[in-house]
């Protein structure tokens, strides 16, 4: 989708788009996601999504197969390697947390599969039970993180390459002989991509901060003393109130969001509590930067103004 085509299909979609946070979020009602969607809808959704980059929806009543057949809308489903999933259904992965299952990486900013060839494009999230208290979900809007980079920095990582790793999730595996074979194996099956610093936005063309401390590992071209600096100093960026947005669910709010542009991060504040949620995910294509790009829009305002006023 061009960017000069995103105003002109959310100003004629067949529901309410409300604005949520600074530069990203948005909440969507006025449609019911468990029924199929019509071209004029889903290129309505896709645009608001590709605007916003977080959307979500309340009150979104659906069976497992009717979360896979929206998500299916998107691209092809991925199915996690690390995770669990639901019986006969590999696509949804379940995020069920309690006292005797705590958090595993989920409270540490990222955006999904990075440690993927080609990491997950969209990921759709269904809140099945919510904590007493707690267990929101925050995102950091990573184009206007590397916006509010100031042009030196911007600069010097733009055009480098980083290494990325599944990291954490080799804590899945005991430490004997049957245990490590098998993570043998999974470092066979995903060996560590290389993705750019900064790439390029595949639909709005803008410029995206694609490191995270998730899953990156490494700047190439630097000793592991000057990539630990300046990774550290990136990763800072996501931290950022100005442009983040933070959702606090309800059973039955599903929220989708587009990785090329954002990173997130659930914060881990309600154990022992349970909190359940299923999440399809769409594949991506493999991130790459391209120097002649131009996005169509200008910086939203919020980072106009944490860039110009000097904050960074
Ligand atoms: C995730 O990292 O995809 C899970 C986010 C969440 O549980 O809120």
């Not at 959704?45 to 916003?52: F, H």
């Not at 206007?144 to 920095?153: D, G, H, K, M, R």
């Not at 911007?154 to 055009?159: D, S």
């Amino acid at each position: 989708m061009q960017a000069e085509d995103i105003k002109p299909l959310i100003n004629n979609a067949p529901f309410t788009v409300t604005p949520a946070g600074p530069t990203i979020g948005a909440e969507i009602s006025g449609i019911n996601l468990a029924e199929p969607l019509g071209q004029a809808a889903f290129d309505a959704l896709y645009a608001t999504l590709m605007e916003y980059k977080v959307i979500y929806f309340h009150n979104q009543k659906m069976t497992a197969d009717q979360q896979v057949a929206f998500g299916k809308r998107f691209g092809e489903l991925e199915v996690h390697p690390f995770r669990p999933d639901l019986p006969n259904i590999p696509e949804m992965i379940v995020l069920d947390n309690h006292k005797d299952n705590p958090v595993l990486s989920t409270d540490i900013w990222h955006a999904d599969t990075t440690f993927r060839e080609e990491p997950t494009r969209f990921s759709i999230l269904r809140c099945m039970i919510k904590p007493e208290f707690g267990g929101d979900t925050l995102w950091a809007d990573m184009v206007s993180a590397y916006e509010c980079l100031s042009t030196p920095v911007k600069e010097m990582i733009t055009g480098l390459e980083a290494l990325h790793d599944f990291k954490n999730f080799s804590l899945l595996y005991a430490d004997d002989e049957e245990g490590q074979q098998k993570l043998l194996k999974m470092r066979k099956l995903y060996p560590r991509p290389t993705h750019p610093v900064v790439r390029t936005h595949p639909d709005t063309r803008e410029r995206v901060l694609y490191v995270n401390p998730q899953f990156t590992i490494r700047m190439l071209g630097m000793s592991v003393k000057e990539s630990d600096a300046i990774l550290n100093l990136l990763y800072e960026q996501s931290k950022t109130p100005e442009y983040q947005f933070r959702l606090h669910w309800e059973p039955d709010t599903l929220c989708m969001w587009d990785n090329a542009g954002v990173q997130h991060y659930a914060s881990n504040d309600y154990w022992p509590h349970r909190r359940r949620m299923e999440r399809v995910a769409v594949i991506g294509e493999k991130p790459y930067f391209d120097p002649d790009a131009k996005p169509a829009s200008d910086p939203k305002s919020v980072t106009r103004a944490h860039a110009y006023e000097g904050l960074h």
